[in-house]
């Protein structure tokens, strides 16, 4: 299940950053930034990003990453995965990308939700990771398995050297689909014999999540967070 989201100091507000065990263990960087409150909400996405912007920028320097290279995806939906195998000169967003796999070390990858599951795919010697954006339309169209054959193609990991972690999604009853449970299928079918989820709902908690189901398509967005 995940530890409980934590409150951390950020700037001059309060921001709830959620950090998962499986990868506290093993000492990724990561984080999972929830709803920020005191933002105002908007049916533009790159409006609410622009508005979340500053804050989403100190947890990534309270994390230690703030100098590092930002990678981020495009996000249409699809099964396109950006491969990061050498050095980034600034910030990147990768264009017809729902994921990204590096071996970089100073690159941290982004991941965008507001239902859709970030999932989080490391390596457990930190020779390579992975962040995934997979709803309903990524999941049919095997995005999650795609990027760990990535990862053993082009970086030689093997999938029983990796671990996954769901971040929370929607879910049933307020989505139709559970298309959380198919990742977890989808991950152990590829070869992926650890694999955790949060098994939270952002539908059920507007109090820590953004919702695009629950809120009609006016809200946020959290931020999945990870780096070598």
């Known amino acids: 299940m995940g530890t409980p989201v934590e409150r951390r100091y950020s700037g001059r507000m309060t921001v709830p950053v959620e950090n998962f065990p499986a990868l506290e263990e093993r000492r990724f960087a990561h984080a999972f930034v929830g709803r920020v409150p005191g933002i105002e909400l908007s049916t533009d996405k790159q409006t609410v990003l622009a508005r979340l912007d500053e804050v989403h920028g100190s947890v990534r320097g309270e994390l230690g990453v703030g100098s590092y290279a930002f990678a981020t995806a495009q996000q249409l939906h699809g099964n396109g995965v950006a491969i990061i195998d050498a050095p980034l000169a600034h910030d990147r967003c990768f264009s017809n990308c729902d994921g990204m796999i590096t071996n970089q070390r100073n690159v941290c990858l982004g991941i965008y939700v ?39 193609e082009h970086f030689g990991i093997a999938p029983a050297d990796l671990v996954a972690q769901l971040s929370p999604c929607i879910r049933p009853p307020h989505y139709e689909v559970d298309f959380a449970a198919q990742i977890i299928e989808q991950c152990r079918a590829a070869g992926v014999d650890e694999t955790h989820d949060t098994g939270r709902c952002t539908a059920c908690d507007l109090g820590r999540y953004y919702s695009y189901r629950a809120e009609k398509g006016r809200t946020g967005r959290m931020l999945a967070l990870l780096a070598l």
């Not at 999941?139 to 760990?148: M, N, Q, R, S």
């Open 114 to 152: 507001a239902d859709c599951c970030a999932v989080y795919l490391a390596d457990r010697q930190h020779r390579a990771i992975g962040l995934v954006h997979s709803g309903k339309k990524g999941t049919d169209l095997g995005i999650v398995p795609k990027a760990i054959g990535l990862l053993h």
